[in-house]
Nanobody, 119 residues
Framework: QVQVVESGGGLVQPGGSLRLSCVVSGSFFGINVMRWYRQPPGKERELVAEVGSGGRTNYADSVKGRFTISKDGVKKAGYLQMNGLRPEDTAVYYC?????????????YGQGTQVTVSS
């Protein structure tokens, strides 16, 4: 059984920073890809950033240059450093870990962490 738990959300003023963490626990062989999604109020969920097993990263245009995604295979954790936050970054942020099980790879979702950017 694999669990994904996010933390680090909160209330921050425009221009501020937050660092989200995602810890993956349970029985699996490794993390292939780690993704961060967000769902703003009243809107659909969108991909914010992803990092593959080789370290290749991909970002939504709206966060390029402000957000940095990373993962630590030893700690089985991932991070999303968010700088220069804007009110439009307000959303519930979800971590999704694609992990290697015995016979297949599978996506596991966290419960989400709220990020609110407001003065």
């Amino acid at each position: 059984q694999v669990q994904v738990v996010e933390s680090g959300g909160g209330l921050v003023q425009p221009g501020g920073s937050l660092r989200l963490s995602c810890v993956v626990s349970g029985s699996f062989f490794g993390i292939n890809v780690m993704r961060w999604y967000r769902q703003p109020p009243g809107k659909e969920r969108e991909l914010v950033a992803e990092v593959g097993s080789g370290g290749r990263t991909n970002y939504a245009d709206s966060v390029k240059g402000r957000f940095t995604i990373s993962k630590d295979g030893v700690k089985k954790a991932g991070y999303l450093q968010m700088n220069g936050l804007r009110p439009e970054d307000t959303a519930v942020y979800y971590c999704v870990a694609n992990v290697m099980l015995r016979d297949l790879n599978f996506d596991y979702y966290g419960q989400g962490t709220q990020v609110t950017v407001s003065s």
